[in-house]
């Protein structure tokens, strides 16, 4: 695997447009697409996409920042939206790209009117695509050489999450669609309403009911990397918690995009003076102060996401607009949701279930969350197991209510009805 920890963008061009991105050395797109290249930084390597000929041109690397206009004469005015690039080694085109590049990332159809072509989903991605693109390429030896190979930490993971592995909570979902991810979809009707792109989400609601499963949902439909910031992540990892912190902020800027998860938000942003703990005292201002400094910068869209089930310990003053503005309550699963989250934890089980049982099942666990529902089922297979002996191993409906029977809920009612009195106060829908 080659690893140059670069991200890298695309340009589009067809036959007509080709010879000129490639002999002034300069990629174009159109005005409105400078916001999306913005991340683009010098050094970034670059791919120019061939829709004509479904060719993949490289090696480039981009000599300076979007801009517009660096040459206004350039494909007579259309694409005013520029970067100078270079050609790294000699030009080499890779066939059948968008089948290739597919396996890499995710495309979106353009219409044109003589053919259809399906071009990246996005301009910029992060290092870890780019190593993968680089691979399709026959030689990248003087590309590697270019790049002497940094290795450094690496940050974030890729969740595998998606939407539809969150059970119910479909208004909810509905509402970050619209909010949150619509506008990553269709950049240009954003751009021309100047929709925001990225910023503060806060999900609050009782333990257990899928905050953390939603955070990496969002990542995984903006093909981001979802980076952990909670506290008991950065307080258990060796060394020193403040360098941590800034060193995971510093490999954002590797990031075209990026969801940024704060779970456990209570201790962050509480008051100061509520702070008891006096490693927070400690990490607080700067997890704080490189918090403000993404909500302040705009040209990337980075997501960061708060969660918490003690909402009513947030200083208000974080809620505020710029900060974290847009909240969601996350709530316990209706009787639907339960007969889902049952079948999510039993498809991959042995089990002689049916659709009219598990909803028999899914009645009699009102109150229960849906971590609570996923340990009933993992302890209904322990029962199941005892019979391997001499006997079907099968889960069966009497394996999982002997497990209701001894599992209690693990959020009361008092403390849904606190979370819930907390959004009733603020309008914010239960
Ligand atoms: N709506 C849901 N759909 C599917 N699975 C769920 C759902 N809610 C909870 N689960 C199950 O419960 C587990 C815990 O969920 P998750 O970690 O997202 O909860 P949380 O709201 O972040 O809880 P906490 O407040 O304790 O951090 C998940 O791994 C999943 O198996
Ligand atoms: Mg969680």
Not at 91 to 116: D, M, N, T, Y
Not at 209 to 235: C, E, N, R, W, Y
Not at 291 to 302: A, G, N, Q, T, Y
């Amino acid at each position: 695997m080659i690893r140059i920890n670069t991200p890298c963008f695309f340009a589009l061009c067809t036959d007509r447009t080709e010879k000129e991105c490639i002999e002034k050395g300069l990629f174009g797109d159109k005005e409105w697409r400078l916001l999306h290249l913005k991340s683009v930084k010098k050094g970034d390597v670059g791919f120019l996409l061939n829709i004509t000929q479904d060719q993949l041109l490289g090696i480039f690397v981009a000599e300076s920042e979007a801009q517009l206009d660096i040459d206004p004469k350039a494909w007579s005015g259309n694409f005013r939206a520029q970067i100078r690039v270079k050609l790294i080694d000699k030009l080499q085109r890779v066939e059948e790209a968008s089948k290739k590049l597919e396996k890499i990332i995710g495309l979106r159809p353009i219409k044109r009117a003589q053919f259809p072509y399906r071009v990246p989903e996005s301009n910029t991605y992060g290092p870890d695509i780019t190593d993968k693109i680089l691979l399709l390429f026959k030689t990248t030896d003087k590309v590697t050489a270019y790049f002497k190979i940094a290795q450094p930490e690496e940050i974030g993971s890729s969740p595998e999450y998606r939407f539809e592995d969150v059970a119910g909570l479909d208004k909810v979902k509905h509402f970050i669609y619209q909010r949150v991810l619509a506008p990553f979809e269709d950049e240009q009707k954003a751009y021309e309403l100047r929709l925001r792109i990225g910023g503060g989400i806060l999900l609050f609601g009782p333990p257990g009911t899928g905050k953390t499963l939603i955070a990496m949902a969002i990542a995984k439909h903006i093909q981001a990397k979802f980076i952990d910031i909670s506290p008991s992540v950065i307080i258990g990892y060796p060394g020193e918690a403040e360098r941590r912190i800034e060193n995971i902020f510093a490999s954002l800027d590797k990031e075209p995009r990026a969801v940024v998860f704060l779970d456990e938000a209570e201790w962050v942003l509480c008051k100061r003076e509520e702070q008891t703990s006096s490693v927070m005292q400690r990490i607080t201002p700067v997890l704080l102060a490189q918090l403000s400094r993404i909500f302040k910068r705009k040209e990337k869209p980075i997501i960061v996401i708060a969660a918490t089930n003690k909402p009513a310990m947030i200083d208000t003053a974080f809620l505020r607009p710029g900060r974290f503005d847009r909240i969601f309550y996350i709530g316990l699963p209706d009787r639907d949701a339960r007969s889902e989250i049952i079948k999510i934890h039993l498809k991959n089980r042995v089990n002689e279930l049916d659709d009219d049982q598990i909803s028999e099942i899914a009645e009699k666990l009102e109150g229960y969350s849906g971590a609570d529902i996923e340990n009933i089922i993992e302890d209904a297979a322990f029962n199941a197991f005892e019979r391997r002996k001499n006997g079907n191993i099968k889960i069966t409906k009497d394996d999982i209510i002997s497990s209701v029977e001894r599992m209690s809920k693990s959020v009361t009612s008092d403390e849904v009805k606190q979370i819930e009195r907390w959004a009733e106060e603020r309008g914010i829908e239960t």
